[in-house]
């Protein structure tokens, strides 16, 4: 059974920082593709970032520069450092993971808003 759960989600001061984190189980975690999504209210949900199983990351324009994603293989964990966050980043984060078949898994999401 796959289970993706998510932590570090909180309210945060705009130009703060907050790391999230998504710990799997039930998965070779080593071959999946992990990302994180985001869904603000009454907007769709969009990419974040995402890592490859090789570890080569990629990011939407409107965070590239201040989120940084990453992974720990022995702790079958991916990360978001949010650093610099703005109002806009306000949402609810979801972390995916994508295994070699392109099915997708996804875990219960964690708030993250950012007062002005």
């Known amino acids: 059974q796959v289970q993706l759960v998510e932590s570090g989600g909180g309210l945060v001061q705009a130009g703060g920082s907050l790391r999230l984190s998504c710990t799997a189980s039930?998965?070779?975690?080593?071959?999946?593709?992990m990302a994180w999504y985001r869904q603000a209210p009454g907007k769709q949900r969009e990419l974040v970032a995402r890592?490859?199983?090789?570890?080569?990351?990629n990011y939407a324009d409107s965070v590239r520069g201040r989120f940084t994603i990453s992974r720990d293989t022995v702790k079958n964990t991916v990360y978001l450092q949010m650093n610099s966050l703005k109002p806009e980043d306000t949402a609810v984060y979801y972390c995916?993971?994508?295994?070699?078949?392109?099915?997708?898994?996804w875990g219960q999401g964690t708030q993250v808003t950012v007062s002005s």
């Open positions: 995916q993971g994508r295994s070699s078949s392109r099915y997708d898994s």
């Open positions: 039930g998965i070779d975690f080593s071959r999946y593709s």
């Open positions: 890592i490859t199983s090789g570890g080569s990351p």
